[in-house]
Nanobody
């Protein structure tokens, strides 16, 4: 059974940091482009970043450039999202997703498998 499990969310003050994890089971994440998405209350799900299969090149949405960093740990079959200098506008449920044959896109419809999400709240 193919499964993605996110973890690492929580409550953090503005300017703080969190590291989200996306662990894969039943398949190797190395063969998939992994995207991180977020959905705030009352808003559509938006793509944040993706890390491509193969060369692990990355694409970031402008609002998180310089603050968020995505990486892979192949040995742990896990993708991480390091989030620094968090802002209240980053508050959302964060999801990871795996896309087969996807490259350089953070369009949710292009992704095949989704995790259950983890809540990130940035507030003082």
């Amino acid at each position: 059974q193919l499964q993605l499990v996110e973890s690492g969310g929580g409550l953090v003050q503005p300017g703080g940091s969190l590291r989200l994890s996306c662990a894969g089971s039943g398949f190797s994440l190395n063969y998939y482009t992994i995207g991180w998405f977020r959905q705030a209350p009352g808003k559509e799900r938006e793509g944040v970043v993706c890390i491509n299969s193969g060369d692990s090149s990355t694409y970031y949405v402008d609002s998180v450039k310089g603050r968020f960093t995505v990486s892979r740990d192949s040995a742990k079959n896990t993708v991480y999202l390091q989030m620094n200098n968090l802002k209240p506008s980053d508050t959302a449920v964060y999801y990871c997703a795996a896309g087969c044959g996807v490259r350089g896109t953070i369009e949710p419809a292009q992704y095949d498998y989704w995790g259950q999400g983890t809540q990130v709240t940035v507030s003082s």
